[in-house]
């Protein structure tokens, strides 16, 4: 079973500010399954980064995923206040499927 | 418009049985996978399992494998995540979302607007 270990847990960023969240897979996966997702209370989780780099529909430009193999990250490059939510990488390259436990990205 | 709609939510006491509702419509229902997911109160989300409703091929996490079934009608295009004796431990969010293909690149992009149970004495 792979094991997804996001850093850090909560991140405290002003609205401007870059934000750089992490994800580590605890074996080598295809960066094809790995996604990222946006979560706010009260809400669905939003399919943010596809294929470890691709945008889905709709989403803005100042997010973008790279990496390959075991690590990988999700950049934030100008914060928003509606940017200010719990994000999620997720495996999907060998089952069980499984998440991150999720960073916090919370406004300073 | 492409869309998860799910049942609504549910109070049960211990022991009871239940069964939610995701169905999908604007779209080929049968040709995406349909993973469901929990998160459990102040908690992440885990993948619980995913169904394929073209021929119900169906994959369980391991947490999940003989907890809950997950099944689909084809001809309500409606997938089903259902539980044959609650605990208390069960209460959460359950959303379901489509599994799609880009190319050779996979990703969850239509999700249900969640499933509240609550199992409480």
């Known amino acids: 079973e792979i094991v997804m270990t996001q850093s850090p847990a909560t991140l405290s960023l002003s609205p401007g500010e870059r934000a750089t969240l992490s994800c580590r897979a605890s074996q080598s996966i295809s960066g094809t399954h790995l996604s990222w997702y946006q979560h706010k209370p009260g809400q669905a989780p939003r399919l943010l980064i596809y294929?470890?780099?691709t945008r889905a529909t709709g989403i803005p430009a100042r997010f973008s995923g790279s990496g390959s193999g075991t690590d990988f990250t999700l950049t934030i490059s100008s914060l928003q206040p509606e940017d200010f939510a719990v994000y999620f990488c997720?495996?999907?390259?060998?089952?069980?499927?499984?998440f991150g436990q999720g960073t916090k990205l919370e406004i300073k | 418009e492409v869309q998860l709609v799910q049942s609504g939510a549910e109070v049960k006491k211990p022991g009871e049985s239940l069964k939610i509702s995701c169905k999908g419509s604007g779209y080929s229902f049968t040709t995406y996978w349909i993973g469901w997911v929990r998160q459990m109160p102040g908690k992440g989300l885990e993948w619980m399992g995913i169904v394929y409703p073209g021929d119900s091929d169906t994959r369980y996490g391991p947490s999940f494998q003989g907890q809950v079934t997950l099944s689909v009608d084809k001809s309500s295009s409606t997938a089903y995540l259902q539980w044959s004796s609650l605990k208390a431990s069960d209460t959460a969010t359950y959303y379901c979302?489509?599994?799609?293909?880009?190319?050779?690149?996979?990703?969850?992009?239509?999700w249900g607007q969640g499933t509240t149970v609550t199992v409480s004495s």
């Open positions: 979302a489509r599994r799609s293909r880009w190319g050779g690149d996979f990703g969850m992009d239509v």
């Open positions: 294929g470890a780099s």
């Open positions: 997720q495996q999907d390259s060998y089952l069980p499927y499984s």
